[in-house]
């Protein structure tokens, strides 16, 4: 009860520095809209000439492109400040004020900003994923669905535990903003069917940094009945994985933290 | 003669301080590169399924070696040409430290320019170099001949410059929006979008369909990116070279006209708070 009332109060202090940047939320969400507009006219160009990529329709790509936008949304719209603390609340010596705060100075960070450009993600992700389900007739059903949420809270907490181990890096060598793009990066891979890949890609994004999970797996369930064990579970199990070793990462961090700064 | 020497001995500090600069952040640096090189494989393995699915040796005139060029290279040109001017000007106007640059005897856009000619002599040598004789040792195992001309390459020079030049100037424009907004972060992820789109950064503009492929090659974005790419490859004939290469030109003059427009406007009016 006590962390809603926090987090409340954290997201109104949010929403009053939001309306004083009006024209800075609304370029940037422009933006981002422009971006999702040149990958789909991508994605459709090279559609105008074959008919399938590697066995996958227009639609289907689409569907997986779509599922991807989601748990990167949802990380997105809540963790967003990781970022920050990657690239400069550390280097400026600003993380000690979470440390002087009676909570987690993980909770802290993540609960302190609240991106709202990402419910632009969100919505394209939704949109693209309802247009391509109903294009394939793709047959819902209650198992599918849950299966499919439940995936995409998994996914995005594999997108947050690495964001939390490329903040972490911070602590170390005080700015890492750079490395977590790399990390960050990899996700790219995500967007599209992972048979297109050689087997050194594939692996990595499957088994070391895996943001496969995040979208192709789970989505290749819905699209293909895909073995649900791995296309399902390996999220779940991906994803507490990581968490875990993200946790351990930051705490070992935070332990070998000097303040910098004067 | 004498002019051009006054020129260098007056702005040489200025690139001696970019190439510091750029040598103090190399770090961060490389890891953009790492990370912009991952983006590139993504792309080289998108092509590759496609090539593969379409079962044909070409895409739209692009044979599998061109797409891959073209992949690289456009991203390579894409670091050549970026311009850090909107954020920097931007950061400078807010807290008032322009006042620095206008005090000095020099020219402000010089003194800007100089200066990341510095950290580009940083970008030629550990990123444009390296993955470049990259690309041509793949061209050369693929098709098995030479395809690299010195003569394209010297054009492609001559064009990269114009295409630098551009978008620093399109960028000082986008900075000068900081004398007028009060925050100009949201305008300048918005024009990186835009010119990564009408740029041909992401998609050739050779694929788009007739009339917009027109209109997209007639604007200014083209010139950035896709122009010196495609001259690299040695897609143009001799007059489509005159004629792309003097619409470089063109943009390059209506920018400068534009930025010094501005910028003498703003002088007029810019008051610095404090001290």
Known sequence: MRFLRLYKTFIIQHIKKLMEYRIDFLTGAMSFFINQVTNIVFIGIIFSQIPNLDGY?????????????????????????????????????????????????????????????????????????????????????????????????????????????????????????????????ISDFARYPATIYNSVIRNVVTYIIPFAFTAYYPASYILRGNNPLFCIGGVIVAAMVLLGISLIVWHKGLNAYESAGS | MKKISDFINLYKPFTKAGIQSAMAYRTSFLCFALGQSIYCFVMYFIWKAVFMSSGESTFMEFTMADMTVYVFLSNLVGFLTNSDSTDNLADEIHDGSIIMRMIKPVNVDYSILTFEVGNKVMIITCIFL??????????????????????????????????????????????????????????????????????????????????????????????????????????????????VLSKQLFWLVVFVVISRMIWGWAQKRLAVQGG
């Open chain 1, 57 to 185: 329709l227009f639609y289907e790509i689409i569907f997986i492109y779509g599922f991807s936008l989601v748990p990167k949304g949802i990380d997105h719209l809540l963790t967003d400040n990781l970022w920050k603390v990657a690239w400069f609340i550390v280097r400026k010596g600003d993380f000690d004020k979470y440390l002087t705060r009676p909570i987690s100075p993980l909770v802290h960070c993540i609960i302190e900003s609240i991106q709202f450009d990402a419910l632009g993600e969100l919505l394209t992700g939704i949109i693209l994923i309802v247009i391509a389900s109903v294009k394939l007739s793709i047959k819902f059903t209650f198992v599918n669905v849950v299966l499919m949420i439940i995936a995409m809270i998994f996914g995005a907490v594999i997108f947050t535990a690495i964001k939390i181990i490329g903040a972490a890096i911070a602590f170390w060598i005080k700015q890492s903003g750079s490395i977590l793009q790399i990390f960050y990066g």
């Open chain 2, 130 to 243: 390296p993955v470049m004789i990259g690309v041509e040792i793949y061209r050369y195992a693929v098709l098995g001949y030479v395809a690299f001309s010195i003569v394209n390459f010297l054009i492609f020079v001559v064009s990269v410059v114009l295409s630098y030049l551009l978008s620093f100037y399109l960028n000082l424009i986008f900075g000068y929006l900081a004398f007028f907004l009060l925050n100009i972060w949201g305008f300048s992820i918005l024009k990186g979008s835009i010119i990564s789109f009408f740029s041909g950064a992401l998609i050739p503009l050779a694929f788009f369909p007739g009339i917009v492929r027109t209109i997209f090659e007639q604007l200014p974005f083209a010139s950035i990116i896709y122009v010196p790419t495609m001259i690299y490859m040695g897609k143009y004939s001799a007059l489509e070279l005159v004629f």
